[in-house]
């Protein structure tokens, strides 16, 4: 007697019914932008006698892509100029970036620099523009599945040298977080040799100075253009191939909350067994 098809087809109905995926992880808030490493509403360019390696997502530009190479986009990633999924990715870029700036606020930080600090999940709120010198920590205290996001009202602009690390993840290490800055009506430009980590959505466009390394589990997405230098960027180099889109999914209207839901299989326990043996008995008399 072979039960799993119907186990599968338990677990697909259970999914639909709490509106995940029956791969039993919840897409991320970023819906197909999420396939990018770099994605700007306008032109992309590389500079720089080395360039920039990309790894662990697409680059795709409505306009132009120039300087690759010398840099480099590892296979089987691809650059992608104009075009429906280009299209459709820059408009989940704006539901993103909308959904995260309209999250409740749990701290206020205008006019405060963020570097020196360490700061445990929440949704931090700049009035304005918002600066960064030197490093900055993100305190999971432990727990899976929490998020930081950086609500700007206008731009983030970093010094060079900054940094921003991950300390005390859970007990993936971080492999479910979420991390995302959003400059909602402005730029992100980092400055030269900083080490960055997250996801960065931009009103405008996104620099990314000297060699800047965005190797740890960084993503740029802009609604205009992004320039590079010599930089490396990764959107998947977080702990255990994570992209810190975590800890969030979408709840009516487009809006942007904590997940809640823990995963479908836990679910499955939940069918009741009764239920369970009835359905099987009619399998096996079939």
Request: net charge neutral; charged share 5%.
């Given at each position: ?47 720089g ?80 523009a ?39 993840p ?33 009103g ?19 609604e ?34 904590p ?24 399998r096996?008399?079939?």
């Open positions: 007697m072979k039960t799993r098809p119907f186990v599968s087809l338990a677990l697909a109905a259970l999914c639909a019914a709490l509106g995940l995926p029956a791969s039993g992880r919840a897409q991320s808030i970023l819906l197909s932008a999420g396939n990018f490493s770099l994605l700007g509403g306008t032109a992309i360019t590389s500079t006698t080395v360039g920039t390696i990309v790894t662990g997502g697409n680059v795709g530009s409505a306009t132009a892509i120039t300087g690759f190479p010398p840099g480099v986009i590892s296979t089987p990633y691809m650059s992608i100029v104009g075009g429906p999924v280009v299209n459709q990715a820059l408009l989940d870029l704006i539901t993103a970036k909308n959904g995260l700036a309209g999250m409740p606020s749990n701290v206020t930080m205008t006019g405060t620099d963020l570097g020196g600090l360490t700061l445990t999940p929440a949704v931090y709120t700049f009035g304005a918002a600066g960064q010198t030197g490093a900055l920590q993100l305190d999971a205290q432990g727990h899976n599945n929490v998020f930081w996001v950086f609500q700007i009202g206008t731009s983030l602009t970093t010094a060079a040298g900054s940094s921003v690390t991950l300390i005390n859970g007990t993936n290490g971080g492999k479910d977080d979420g991390i995302f800055w959003v400059a909602e009506t402005g730029g992100i430009t980092e400055g030269a040799n900083s080490a960055m980590l997250g996801n960065y959505l931009a405008t466009s996104i620099t990314f100075s000297g060699t800047t390394t965005a190797s740890g589990g960084v993503r740029a997405l802009a205009a253009g992004i320039t590079l230098d010599q930089n490396a960027v990764n959107p998947l180099g977080g702990p255990g191939g994570g992209d810190f889109t975590g800890g969030l999914m979408y709840g009516p209207s487009n809006s942007v909350v997940i809640t839901v823990p995963e479908p299989a836990a679910f499955l326990w939940l069918v009741p067994i009764g239920a369970l043996g009835l359905a099987l008995r009619r096996r008399s079939a």
